[in-house]
C-alpha cells in the first residue's frame, strides 16, 4: 500500500498550485519513485534528481521515461559532486533522514546550510515534512518513519533511529541557525504526501471546513476521538498551525500571493479541477481551473450556468465571474462560512433546527413564479436512471448535485 501512495497522482498536489519559472533548473533531492518529478519536468526546464536508493531511481525511470529534461543521480547527495546551482530545490519527505546521511555535530541544521551552497540567490528550498505536534498523532496513528504510537510527541525518547520530525517553532528555530530569514507555511491536510487541500497562514480553516476522516495507509490507527470535532476547536482557537499534520514550508521569498487550495482529483476526469484563493493587488479573488484536458469544458460551463441560475432564489445574491485564459474567476466575498454559523449551535438541536428551517426558508426557496414543469432530460437519465417524479415542478436551471 505504500508503493501504491508513491504512485498516486494527488502526491502532485504539493506543488501543482506553485507557479515556477519555466526556465528553472531543478534540484530534487530524495526523489524515490517520482512522486513528484514528472510534475516538476513539465514545469521547469531541467530537473536534477539524487537518490540513495538504485530500485526506486528504476521506478522513476521507467514511471518518468517519456521526461526529455530528467537526469537521475544514485547516491547520497553529499557524495555526488555538483557544478551548478538551482532555481529550486525540493525536499519532499526528506529532511527528516538529515541524521541518517548528513555527518555533522546538528545533521539538520547541517542539511540546510549544504543545500544553500546550491542554491541561486533567488532561489527557494521546498520542505515537506510530517508535524511531530500533528493532530493524527494525538488520535492514534503510527509515527510514519519509526511505526510506534507517540514516538514524535514524547520528542523520539528511547527510539535509536536517527530519523525525526518537528514541531513549527522547532522549524523556525532550526532555520534561523541555519541563516534562513525569509520563510512561508503551509499545511497541505490531511497530510503532505496525499493532500487535498492546502492552507496558509492568510486563510486558515474554520470551525466546519476541514471535516477530513483520512485513513492511514500505511498502517492500522487506533482512534481516540472524533478528529472533526477536534479540528473545530483548534480552529476556533486559532491553535491549527500548531496542530496541523504536516508542513510545507517554502524557504526564501514567497510572492505566489496564493492563500488556499483545493483539489478534486477523485472525481471522473471531466470534472476535476482545482479551486485557488489569492491575493494580487490588494484584492483576493478565487479561480477555478481544470487539472485535466476534459474538465476544460466543466469550467466553461461555470458561466453559462451562473448567468441561467442567477435569479432563480431571489434572496440569494450570486457572483458574477469571467473566464480568463480558461479559467473561472469570482471576486471573493468576505462573510461568516455557513458551517462555522452552525457551528455556534452544536450544542442546542433545538436552535441549530431552528436556524436551518430559517436559512432554508430565508436564501433556499424559490418563488412560485420561478417553477416550470418538470420533465426529465437525458442528462438527468444519467444520473438518476429512468424512474422520476411526475406532475411535478423544478426550476428552469438546476444543479444535479
Same mark, same amino acid.
Given at each position: ?17 506553485? /507557479? ?12 524515490? !519513485?517520482?512522486?513528484?518529478?514528472? #510534475?516538476?519536468?513539465?514545469? &521547469? ?20 521515461? @517519456? !521526461? ?42 547541517? *542539511? ?13 528550498? +521546498? ?7 500533528? #493532530?493524527?498523532?494525538?488520535? @492514534? ?5 519509526? @511505526? ?39 499545511? /497541505? *491536510? ?13 486563510? #486558515? /480553516? ?16 487506533? $482512534? ?31 510572492? =505566489?500571493? *496564493?492563500?488556499?487550495?483545493? $483539489? ?20 483576493? $479573488?478565487?479561480?477555478?481551473? &481544470? ?26 445574491? !450570486?457572483?458574477?465571474? $469571467? ?14 462560512? %455557513?458551517?462555522? !454559523? ?13 436556524? +436551518? ?8 426557496? /424559490?418563488?412560485?413564479?420561478? +417553477? ?11 444520473? +438518476? ?8 415542478? =423544478? %426550476?428552469?436551471? =438546476?444543479?444535479?448535485?
Amino acid at each position: 500500500m505504500i508503493l501504491s501512495n508513491n504512485l498516486s497522482n494527488i502526491r502532485e498536489n504539493i506543488l501543482e498550485w506553485y /507557479p515556477l519559472k519555466k526556465n528553472a533548473d531543478v534540484l530534487e533531492i530524495g526523489s524515490g !519513485c517520482g512522486a513528484v518529478t514528472g #510534475l516538476l519536468s513539465r514545469k &521547469a526546464k531541467h530537473v536534477t534528481c539524487i537518490e540513495l536508493s538504485e530500485k526506486r531511481s528504476i521506478i522513476n525511470a521507467y514511471r518518468n521515461s @517519456g !521526461c526529455t529534461n530528467v537526469e537521475i543521480l544514485i547516491g547520497n547527495f553529499q557524495e555526488i559532486k555538483i557544478n551548478k546551482k538551482f532555481d529550486y530545490i525540493t525536499l519532499i519527505g526528506v529532511w527528516e533522514y538529515s541524521g541518517m546521511y548528513v555527518n555533522d555535530k546538528n545533521p539538520y541544521i547541517g *542539511m540546510l546550510k549544504k543545500i544553500k551552497d546550491y542554491l541561486k540567490e533567488d532561489g527557494k528550498i +521546498f520542505i515537506a515534512i510530517e508535524n511531530k505536534m500533528g #493532530l493524527k498523532y494525538w488520535n @492514534g496513528a503510527a509515527e510514519d518513519h519509526t @511505526g510506534n504510537l507517540y514516538d514524535g510527541i514524547n520528542d523520539y525518547v528511547n527510539t535509536n533511529r536517527k530519523v525525526r520530525t518537528f514541531s513549527r517553532p522547532e522549524i523556525e528555530n532550526i532555520f534561523k541557525k541555519a541563516g534562513i530569514q525569509e520563510y512561508k507555511f503551509y499545511y /497541505p *491536510m490531511p497530510d503532505y504526501k496525499l493532500p487535498e487541500t492546502v492552507y496558509s497562514d492568510s486563510f #486558515l /480553516p474554520v470551525p466546519g471546513m476541514e471535516h477530513n476522516y483520512a485513513k492511514d495507509y500505511s498502517a492500522s490507527r487506533i $482512534y481516540q476521538f472524533n478528529d472533526a470535532v477536534i479540528t473545530d476547536q483548534i480552529s476556533e482557537d486559532k491553535m491549527f498551525p500548531y496542530f496541523a499534520n504536516s508542513f510545507l514550508v517554502v524557504a526564501g521569498k514567497d510572492d =505566489t500571493g *496564493m492563500q488556499y487550495i483545493k $483539489y478534486n482529483r477523485c472525481r471522473k476526469e471531466e470534472f476535476r479541477i482545482k479551486t485557488e484563493l489569492c491575493y494580487k493587488n490588494n484584492e483576493k $479573488y478565487v479561480k477555478k481551473q &481544470a487539472l485535466d484536458k476534459q474538465a476544460e469544458e466543466h469550467i466553461l460551463h461555470m458561466k453559462e450556468k451562473e448567468e441561467k441560475w442567477n435569479g432563480s432564489l431571489p434572496n440569494l445574491h !450570486c457572483i458574477k465571474g $469571467y473566464i480568463e485564459e480558461g479559467a473561472y474567476i469570482t471576486p471573493f466575498i468576505e462573510g461568516e462560512d %455557513l458551517e462555522a !454559523c452552525f457551528y455556534k449551535y452544536r450544542n442546542d438541536a433545538e436552535l441549530f433546527i431552528q436556524k +436551518f428551517c430559517y436559512y432554508v426558508k430565508e436564501y433556499l426557496t /424559490p418563488d412560485e413564479k420561478s +417553477f416550470v414543469s418538470f420533465y426529465p432530460t437525458e442528462e438527468f437519465y444519467s444520473v +438518476f436512471g429512468k424512474v422520476y417524479p411526475e406532475g411535478q415542478k =423544478t %426550476l428552469a436551471y =438546476t444543479n444535479t448535485d
